[in-house]
Nanobody, 119 residues
Framework: QVQLVESGGGLVQPGGSLRLSCVASGNIASINDISWYRQAPGEDREFLAEIPRRGLLHYAEFVKGRFTISRDDAENTVYLQMNSLKPEDTAVYYC?????????????WGRGTQVTVSS
């Protein structure tokens, strides 16, 4: 199993920045990739960025140039650096690990961290 814990959310003014963290624990070797998603109240969940164990990073078009995904393997942590934040970025931000459980594809999710962008 894999456990994910997000942190780093909070209240920030428009134009400000936040760095979110996602700490993974458990069977790290089973993780193929970690992605960031967000969900605003009453809205669908949105994909933001993905960082695979190997390969290129992937971003949703609407966050390119503002958000950056990265990782620190020594700390089992994936980050989402968010710059030039806008009110419409307000949402609960989740990290998700794509991996395997008992040999079958399985997605793990954290509980999320709230990001509020407001003046």
């Amino acid at each position: 199993q894999v456990q994910l814990v997000e942190s780093g959310g909070g209240l920030v003014q428009p134009g400000g920045s936040l760095r979110l963290s996602c700490v993974a624990s458990g069977n790290i070797a089973s993780i193929n990739d970690i992605s960031w998603y967000r969900q605003a109240p009453g809205e669908d969940r949105e994909f933001l960025a993905e960082i695979p164990r190997r390969g290129l990073l992937h971003y949703a078009e609407f966050v390119k140039g503002r958000f950056t995904i990265s990782r620190d393997d020594a700390e089992n942590t994936v980050y989402l650096q968010m710059n030039s934040l806008k009110p419409e970025d307000t949402a609960v931000y989740y990290c998700s690990a794509g991996g395997r459980l008992n040999g079958r594809p399985h997605d793990y999710w954290g509980r999320g961290t709230q990001v509020t962008v407001s003046s």
